[in-house]
């Protein structure tokens, strides 16, 4: 036991030094906490020219709701080497987080030894790897949604946490409809609670700024970025490239309105909580207009309940293919994303592919009547 242990922490020292000597070659600019910090200070001088800077080579703007600029002002004190460096290990501690919360979930109990070696692994899947690189939030709201679900059912307040997560990030509103349809409605209520109260915090100390957003911002999908390129890895990016066109319009819609009927159906008839989250965030990031291949760290608890139910060759399989990076071996430079040929098309959507199929297959396994709906995601 203390020799597996000690080999486990060994591979996950080696793990981290190797990530933090690639973000050092690299000079990994950490592009999206330039813009969190960004938003903090400009929420921090009153939030008129919130949403009108861009900041990087790649002239990125603030996209998410004033109350996220309202918790990132602390950023705007901290030295940015000082803070790239606290992000880079606050993101790594949290892919340990979402290793352990993922395992629970799932119903596994690892030892401590597994757990740091799984963590050590889990730095190099792709939608992780990329969140350490960009600096990306992903890995905490990930962790406090799974964390909150999580909680034992009747908990005080259960639910206000997803709600503070959508007031940052307006992406895991997802899980407040899967919460509604599974007729866990004083979570949800909660969880409408918690967001709406983002809101108004933001309307009352930022209000141009909040103006701004919720009557203009919030309906400019493609301020976000170009929705086909193969960092979209969203139903919208699939069917933009394999159409060869920048607007996809109906041909997308029509198939993302039918996943997301289907999804959340198959979401709220899981057998348990912990399937139906995975469910309805897999959804979520199918029909989102934008989900960059960063956003996919829920293939953490995903490749957790696949090991639990005794899929152990599938696992492999999809911890290979969150680990390929397939999509960044393709032409992508410039317009080269909309004249891919179509054998090169499923290794530009690896996610999308995978994502529909798991629905489908969850679709067909399901069983014929559906779990109570005070069930809950499973802590050991």
């Known amino acids: 036991m203390f020799k597996r242990t000690r080999y486990a922490i060994v591979l996950l020292g080696a793990s981290v030094t190797a990530l933090l000597a690639l973000c050092v070659a690299r000079h990994v600019p950490m592009a999206d906490l330039l813009v969190y910090r960004a938003e903090g200070v400009a929420a921090a001088s009153g939030g008129g020219g919130l949403y009108g800077f861009t900041v990087t080579e790649w002239g990125l703007p603030a996209t998410y709701p004033p109350f996220a600029a309202l918790v990132f002002v602390p950023l705007g004190w901290v030295p940015l080497t000082l803070l790239k460096g606290a992000f880079l290990l606050g993101n790594i501690a949290l892919t340990g987080l979402l290793v352990q919360l993922s395992c629970r979930a799932a119903g596994l109990r690892p030892a401590p030894a597994t757990l740091c070696a799984v963590t050590g692994g889990a730095l190099w899947f792709e939608p992780v790897l990329q969140t350490v690189l960009f600096g990306q939030i992903n890995l905490g709201l990930a962790c406090l949604i799974l964390w909150d679900l999580g909680r034992p059912v009747g908990a005080r307040g259960k639910g206000i946490a997803l709600g503070i997560a959508t007031g940052v990030k307006l992406t895991p509103a997802v899980f407040i409809v899967y919460l509604f349809l599974r007729g866990r409605r004083r979570e949800a209520s909660y969880a409408v609670a918690g967001a709406a109260g983002t809101a108004a915090l933001g309307a009352l100390v930022l209000p141009y700024a909040s103006r701004e957003f919720w009557g203009r911002r ?24 394999l159409l060869h066109t920048a607007e996809p319009g109906l041909l997308w819609a029509v198939p993302a309105g039918l996943v997301a009927l289907g999804g959340l159906c198959v979401a709220v008839r899981a057998r348990d909580d912990a399937h139906g989250v995975v469910l309805a965030a897999l959804t979520g990031l199918l029909v989102s207009p934008i989900s960059w291949s960063h956003h996919w760290v829920w293939c953490v608890p995903l490749l957790a309940l696949l090991w639990s139910g005794g899929h152990r060759r599938t696992t492999v399989a999809v911890a290979f293919l969150f680990t390929a990076r397939s999509m960044w071996l393709l032409p992508h430079q410039g317009g080269l994303d909309l004249h891919l040929p179509w054998w090169q098309q499923p290794l530009a959507a690896p996610y999308p592919v995978l994502g529909v199929g798991l629905l489908l297959a969850a679709g067909l396994r399901q069983p014929s009547a559906r779990s109570s709906s005070a069930s809950t995601i499973r802590y050991a």
Not at 230 to 240: I, K, M, R, S, T
């Open 218 to 241: 919030v309906f400019e999908t493609g301020r976000v970025g170009k929705a086909w390129i193969v960092d979209n890895q969203a139903l919208q990016g699939a069917v933009a490239r």
